[in-house]
């Protein structure tokens, strides 16, 4: 049974920091792409970053140079590192698995992935 479960959002003023956490279990992170995706308020969901299992990262835009996305495989964990944090990045963060070893590039609005975790809240004022 696949679980992922996210971690580590929370409130912080523009400019802050925060990083968040996936714990997967049921599977190997190491094994597939991961990605982090986000919801706004009244807004559609958007990918933000993802990451094939070699390792190969790619990020939105509006996100490059200051997230960074990362696996510990010794923890089953998919992390994202957000620094420089502004107002358009609050939003109920949410990973995500696809079963493929690669991630093909950013996935728009996560249709190719099919495990999906509960998400965390970031607000950032």
């Known amino acids: 049974h696949v679980q992922l479960v996210e971690s580590g959002g929370g409130s912080v003023q523009a400019g802050g920091s925060l990083r968040l956490s996936c714990v997967a279990s049921?599977?190997?992170?190491?094994?597939?792409?991961m990605g982090w995706f986000r919801q706004a308020p009244g807004k559609e969901r958007e990918g933000v970053a993802s990451?094939?299992?070699?390792?190969?990262?790619t990020y939105a835009d509006s996100v490059k140079g200051r997230f960074t996305i990362s696996k510990d495989d010794a923890k089953n964990t998919l992390h994202l590192q957000m620094n420089s944090l502004k107002p358009d990045d609050t939003g109920i963060y949410y990973c995500?698995?696809?079963?493929?070893?690669?991630?093909?590039?950013?996935?728009?609005?996560?249709?190719?992935?099919?495990?999906w975790g509960q998400g965390t809240q970031v607000t950032v004022s």
């Open positions: 995500a698995r696809r079963r493929s070893t690669f991630c093909y590039g950013l996935s728009i609005t996560g249709i190719d992935f099919g495990d």
């Open positions: 049921g599977y190997a992170v190491r094994s597939d792409c």
């Open positions: 990451i094939d299992n070699d390792g190969t990262t």
